[in-house]
């Protein structure tokens, strides 16, 4: 088995009252993600269908927000991507050590969570040196997968940032202050 180096741990989340600076945290320190999609199952069709995926907004000293994928067809939520390409994304802060470290249950509003929801898209040419070195830098054994499987590059284009980080609510980010916003 090949030894990856752990990661650093990310350093600790941002006042919760930033909102789209907690949103970029999450999105930029989760390794990976609960993408939700519409189902093309024969038994499940036209159903939600939640799978985890692991996932990068670029590497560790280049946050972008743009969250990408390595994905092959051979997987259900990407062959459901093809029929209907709409998908949302959710991170929770108990993925790191914060929620335990606060003895805060996954449930918590204290706990943020954060949900993304946009259109997965194919990368285009122009991008898809970032997006390898955006994926094998955070997950390198991605470089040895079987090569017959047809793996490529999606990302996830924005229509709604949802988080929520606190007890009282929950709040929907203009896509403008999430992007502007670093995770640092």
């Given at each position: ?62 946050s972008t927000g ?10 259900n939520s990407v062959a459901d ?104």
């Open positions: 088995m090949e030894e990856v180096k752990a990661p650093a741990s990310a350093p600790s989340p941002p006042p919760h009252q930033e909102t789209a600076r907690t949103a970029r945290y999450m999105a930029h320190y989760s390794d990976w993600g609960h993408l939700a999609t519409i189902s093309t199952q024969d038994k499940i069709k036209g159903l939600p269908f939640g799978n985890i995926f692991s996932v990068s907004d670029g590497p560790m000293d280049n743009v969250v990408y994928f390595y994905v092959t067809l051979m997987d991507l093809r029929s209907f390409p709409f998908a949302s994304l959710t991170f929770s802060e108990a993925e790191g050590d914060f929620c335990r470290q606060q003895v805060y249950d996954p449930e918590d509003p204290r706990c943020a969570r954060l949900t993304l929801t946009g259109k997965m898209v194919e990368v285009g040419p122009e991008e898809v040196e970032f997006a390898q070195e955006a994926m094998f830098s955070r997950h390198p054994v991605m470089r040895k997968w079987p090569v017959g499987h047809n793996w490529f590059f999606m990302k996830l284009e924005l229509k709604q940032v949802w988080l929520q980080d606190w007890v009282g609510g929950v709040s929907l980010i203009p896509l403008e202050d999430y992007f502007k916003s670093t995770p640092y």
